[in-house]
Structure formats: structure tokens, C-alpha cells
């Protein structure tokens, strides 16, 4: 069983900047990868960006440039530096974690960004 606990949501202005943890009740190293995912209001549940267990990361177009997944071994966190933000980021943020054939799921973070 792995538990993920996300933290850092918050109302921000435009142009603000946040950083999202997770928190993950076992080695990170032992996870497929991990990712960051949102959901807005009324839209479907994107995937914004990943790491792999090497290292290796990914994102979203519309966040490139702007926000950044790293990872903290010792501390088993993920982390998501988000800058520059806009309203259209404004979403419940959640973590997940592949690990061995299952995905497991934070209880999501909310992101709102005022105009």
C-alpha cells in the first residue's frame, strides 16, 4: 500500500508562483514514476507533467517553461515549482505513483490563480 499526502495549494495572483509537494509513505525510487495531474472546473483530468525513477522529465505544452517537477530522495517528496501562473491553471492538483501494477493517488491540492 503507498500513500501519497499533497500539500502547497493556495489563491495566488496572476503571475505568482507556487510549489506543490507530495509526500510519499515509501521510497520514491521504488515507483515506476511519478506525476502531477489537474482538473479544472468542468474540464477532464490532465496530466502535467512526470518523472521516471531515472530522472527523466515531461510536461504538458502549456506549462513548459513555467513549471518544474523535482524530487527530494531523502524526504521521498515530489515537488511541482509552479511560476508565472494563470487563471487557467486554477485546479485541484493531485499526485500519483505507478508502482508495480498498481496507481496510487494523493487526495489533490487546490490551485486557484485570480486574475
Known amino acids: 500500500q503507498v500513500q501519497l499526502v499533497e500539500s502547497g495549494g493556495g489563491l495566488v495572483q496572476a503571475g505568482g508562483s507556487l510549489r506543490l509537494s507530495c509526500a510519499a509513505s515509501?521510497?520514491?525510487?521504488?515507483?515506476?514514476?511519478m506525476g502531477w495531474y489537474r482538473q479544472g472546473p468542468g474540464k477532464q483530468r490532465e496530466l502535467v507533467a512526470t518523472?521516471?525513477?531515472?530522472?527523466?522529465?515531461g510536461y504538458v505544452d502549456s506549462v513548459k517553461g513555467r513549471f518544474t517537477i523535482s524530487r527530494d530522495n531523502a524526504k521521498n517528496t515530489v515537488y511541482l515549482q509552479m511560476n508565472s501562473l494563470k487563471p487557467e491553471d486554477t485546479a485541484v492538483y493531485s499526485c500519483?505513483?505507478?508502482?508495480?501494477?498498481?496507481?496510487?493517488w494523493g487526495q489533490g491540492t487546490q490551485v486557484t490563480v485570480s486574475s
Open positions: 500519483n505513483a505507478g508502482y508495480l501494477a498498481s496507481t496510487y
Open positions: 515509501r521510497s520514491i525510487f521504488s515507483f515506476n514514476a
Open positions: 518523472i521516471t525513477r531515472g530522472g527523466n522529465t
